[in-house]
């Protein structure tokens, strides 16, 4: 009997899946798998299955002991391709982390973006961009997202009205923006975003 696949990788112009998996593979997983086939420039990255999902929640949520080695080796293809490494000092690779699912969920789906980045990464990132602003703001961002959807949402969290780690972190930024007369987020400066990422 074969083992069960329950990754699939993407990237550099090849695909283990294609379009016609959506089942298997999500909407977004089968349409990146698909885009790679036909030559369209994606970035590489890899899904895992919707089966294992199902998986997880019939075995007490709890995920299958395999499937992390399968995710250390599509890292490792991953990297290859970026020519980049997670977690690396001086050439950081960032994750998007998505959901999918079989059918479209609008609205419904969360995202996790810039995993990867922290205090051993952000020097290396800002070198390479030559922009402190922009490395900085993605950290924040990283912060809000990670809190809200991994340490809340995926905990089963259920915070009273106007008491989600969301609201409370859109609020701290909202007063900073009020008192120096910020309309927008994009006139805040460095400085103003790396004290809200040390107050986050």
């Not at 994606?42 to 992390?68: C, D, H, R, W």
């Not at 973006?113 to 950290?139: E, H, M, Q, W």
């Amino acid at each position: 009997m074969s083992e069960i696949k329950r990754v699939y990788f993407f990237g550099g112009k090849s695909a283990d899946g294609d379009g016609s998996m959506k089942n298997l593979l999500g909407g977004k997983g089968a349409n990146l798998a698909e885009m790679c086939s036909l030559g369209i420039p994606v970035p590489a990255g890899f899904t895992i299955t919707t089966e294992t999902s199902v998986e997880y929640y019939k075995n007490n949520m709890q995920y299958p002991p395999q499937l992390q080695k399968e995710v250390e080796e599509a890292l490792k293809r991953v990297e290859s391709v970026m020519e980049m490494k997670f977690g690396d000092k001086e050439n950081p690779l960032l994750l998007s982390c998505r959901s999918g699912a079989r059918s479209s969920m609008p609205g419904m789906m969360e995202t996790v973006l810039n995993i990867g980045l922290c205090s051993d990464t952000i020097p290396g990132l800002i070198k390479k961009t030559g922009n402190p602003r922009f490395v900085y703001d993605a950290y924040r961002r990283l912060i809000m997202m990670y809190s809200d959807v991994v340490m809340e949402k995926a905990e089963g969290l259920d915070p009273e009205e106007g008491k989600g780690i969301r609201v409370q972190l859109d609020k701290m930024l909202q007063e900073v923006k009020n008192k120096k007369g910020y309309k927008i987020d994009t006139v805040l400066s460095t400085e103003d975003l790396v004290e809200f990422c040390d107050a986050f």
